[in-house]
């Protein structure tokens, strides 16, 4: 804006001198008719042109000046055309910047009827009219210039402490939530962020007014520092828990492989006993890589969702019918409810899966379990409740954690890895839902998988 006041000042000041000089030639040209046709004029005539600024001298010797060139020339009114021209700005009393062009004088040198004249051309009023017009054109602009650049400060401000208030808020609830941070949270963090940069941070900002946020900011900050710290350990405790659990299998594995390489080729007993273990230990092994895969991709957030309408009263159908084939030891009761969802329905069968083989895991056989779908207030159930061995209190809050087990000793029996519930709390959050868990031990266990309706 102030480059475009300034080329506005240039092209006033260019418009104002090239009047100036119309001016001057239409004045001189004027006092040459004036003097062809009635000659010197007398003292009274000459005190009245001095007050329309034209003075007239009888000249002895012709004025030093410039003329006009030839090809040029042609433009000019006859009258002037031969005429030698000067510029001159004689300088009477103290003179400053603002009055300097005050007594500019144009000068014309004439002859008239074989007499000689110095025409020359005062500009006092319209030069005092150019001034003040350049000098309100100036002042106008500098209150733009000033309004603007308050209002474009306040912008600044204001949006950007907008911003730094939002991030602010977004870090605070951030570090408030507890556990590690999800993808989710991570990108709408990034998001803020990213918003804070649109709004120029390279602009030059008053500190001042901003302090109080930037100090709430460090807070939060600090805070969210403290969950991204617990998230690196808790992935680097996933990775070391991952190694740990994959070497128990190969370890069993290589051990029946020097056992048939020693015994093996001739105790058909070891060989047999060697095959079955190390397939065993391979499917286990096959397993764990699976779900291992199944977070890795889950965290990496390139899970693809096929999602669909579905009854999830029919997919417990098919579940129950499923395990009722494999596990006949237990009494498996249905009770489902016509239930839409719209969700990945291979996903939301493997949720079902995890709790029910949970439910077989952990109840001694002719326990009973059951498999429930309700549809309450807009929310989908799916329950999977046993008569087993109940979780400890204190271990309900970590059941949902990667590779935590209950009871150890007891899971080493049963062989789980402690991901299942991990994966189902994956599978069920990323359809805007949640798993509910209510346990006693020696009682039994309660599971639900709760999903929004679908309309
Ligand atoms: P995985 O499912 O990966 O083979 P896992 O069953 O040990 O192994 P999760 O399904 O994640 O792992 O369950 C975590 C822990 O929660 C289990 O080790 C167990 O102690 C406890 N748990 C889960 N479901 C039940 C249940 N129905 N009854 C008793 N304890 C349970
Ligand atoms: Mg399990």
């Known amino acids: 804006m102030f480059s475009k006041f300034i080329s506005l000042n240039l092209l006033f000041i260019i418009i104002s001198a090239s009047m100036l000089f119309l001016v001057g030639e239409k004045k001189a040209v004027e006092t040459v008719n004036y003097l062809e046709e009635v000659g010197f004029p007398g003292d009274s005539e000459r005190y009245w042109m001095l007050n329309r600024e034209i003075e007239i001298n009888l000249a002895e010797e012709p004025g030093s000046g410039f003329n006009i060139p030839k090809s040029i020339a042609l433009f000019f009114p006859k009258e002037t055309r031969t005429s030698s021209r000067w510029i001159s700005i004689p300088k009477n009393g103290s003179v400053s910047f ?15 009827n074989g007499l000689s004249y110095n025409v020359i051309v005062h500009f006092t009023t319209i030069i005092w009219v150019l001034k003040s017009l350049l000098l309100g054109l100036i002042i106008f602009q500098f209150l733009i210039l000033v309004r603007s650049w308050s209002i474009q400060k306040s912008i600044i401000t204001r949006t950007l402490s907008r911003s730094l208030s939002k991030l602010t808020e977004q870090a605070k609830t951030l570090s408030k939530e507890k556990g590690p941070l999800s993808i989710k949270e991570m990108e709408s963090l990034a998001g803020t962020l990213d ?14 007014n901003t302090q109080e946020e930037l100090q709430n900011l460090a807070k939060a900050i600090n805070g969210l520092l403290e969950r991204i710290n617990e998230s690196y350990r808790l992935q680097a405790r996933f990775v070391s828990d991952a190694s ?95 239930a839409w969802v719209k969700a990945d329905q291979g996903l939301i069968k493997q949720a079902g899966r995890i709790l029910v083989d949970n439910a077989i895991k952990y109840t001694p056989s002719g326990g009973n379990i059951t498999l429930a779908v309700k549809n309450a207030k807009g929310q989908i159930r799916l329950t999977v409740q046993d008569s087993g061995i109940g979780i400890p209190p204190d271990d ?30 994956w599978i069920v959050e990323r359809h805007g839902g949640y798993l509910e868990v209510l346990s006693r031990e020696d009682f039994g266990t309660r599971i639900s998988l709760v999903l929004p309706e679908a309309h």
């Open 244 to 338: 740990h659990e994959l070497r128990t299998p190969i370890a069993a594995i290589q051990g029946y492989a020097n056992l048939l390489d020693r015994w093996g080729k001739d105790d058909p007993d070891a060989l047999e006993e060697s095959i079955g273990a190390i397939k065993e230990e391979a499917a286990n092994m096959k397993d764990l890589v699976e779900q291992l895969l199944f977070l890795a991709r889950g965290d990496n957030n390139t899970m693809h969702l096929e999602v669909e309408r579905f009854d999830v009263g029919a997919l417990l159908q098919t579940i129950h019918r499923e395990t009722q084939m494999i596990n006949g030891a237990y009494a498996l009761e249905l009770q489902v409810e016509e």
């Open 195 to 208: 918003e804070i940069n649109a709004t120029r941070l390279d602009t030059r900002i008053d500190l001042d």
């Open 98 to 112: 603002y009055n300097y062009f005050d007594n500019l004088q144009y000068g014309f040198h004439s002859s008239v």
């Open 396 to 425: 309900i809050p970590h059941i949902f954690e990667r590779f935590y087990r209950a009871d150890e000793s007891r899971a080493r029996v049963s062989g789980g890895t402690g991901l299942g519930l991990s994966i189902a709390k």
